[in-house]
C-alpha cells in the first residue's frame, strides 16, 4: 500500500506548505478573506485556478512557483544539507541566522526580569493592603 501524494495536488502542497509554517486553516482563510471551508476546499482540490492561486501564495508567503514546485522531499533535503554543512564547518547559509550571543545568558536575564516583576508586584499588593488595614482600622476607632 502506498502512502505517497500525488506529485501535482495543489490543495495537497498548500496545506503542506500551511502546517510547515504553522498556519492553521482559520488563519489562512482571514487572510484569503474567507472561510475555513473554503480554504478546506482549496486544500482537497488537485488543481486551482491561476488567480486564486496567486492569492493563497501572497498569504501563505511563498511564490507561486514554490507551492507548484513545493516536495516533502525537497523540504527534508534542505534541512538535512542545512544541518549536515553545519556539523561539518562548511556554513552555506549567511552567518546572520547564527546566534551572537549565549541563549542560556538571556534565559537568566529574562529570569531575573521576572523575578523582579514579582517582587515589585508583591511590594504594590503590600501597599495596598496595609492602606486597607488603615482604612479599617480608622472606620473601626470611628465606631
Do not use: W
Not at 552555506?92 to 545568558?105: E, I, T
Not at 538571556?106 to 517582587?119: F, G, N, P, T
Amino acid at each position: 500500500m502506498s502512502t505517497a501524494t500525488k506529485p501535482n495536488h495543489i490543495g495537497r502542497k498548500i496545506s503542506r506548505i500551511r502546517e510547515l509554517k504553522d498556519m492553521k486553516q482559520e488563519a489562512l482563510a482571514q487572510a484569503l478573506g474567507t472561510n475555513q471551508q473554503a480554504v478546506s476546499i482549496i486544500e482537497n482540490s488537485a488543481t486551482i485556478d491561476e488567480e486564486k492561486l496567486i492569492e493563497v501564495a501572497k498569504a501563505l508567503g511563498v511564490s507561486v512557483e514554490a507551492i507548484k514546485n513545493f516536495s516533502e522531499e525537497g523540504v527534508f533535503n534542505y534541512f538535512n544539507n542545512f544541518y549536515d554543512n553545519e556539523i561539518n564547518g562548511s556554513v552555506v547559509a549567511p552567518q546572520s541566522n547564527h546566534c551572537n550571543f549565549n541563549p542560556l545568558d538571556k534565559v537568566v536575564e529574562l529570569y531575573e526580569r521576572l523575578v523582579q516583576a514579582e517582587k515589585d508586584k508583591n511590594e504594590y499588593l503590600e501597599k495596598l493592603l496595609k492602606e486597607k488595614i488603615n482604612l479599617l482600622q480608622n472606620i473601626n476607632n470611628a465606631i
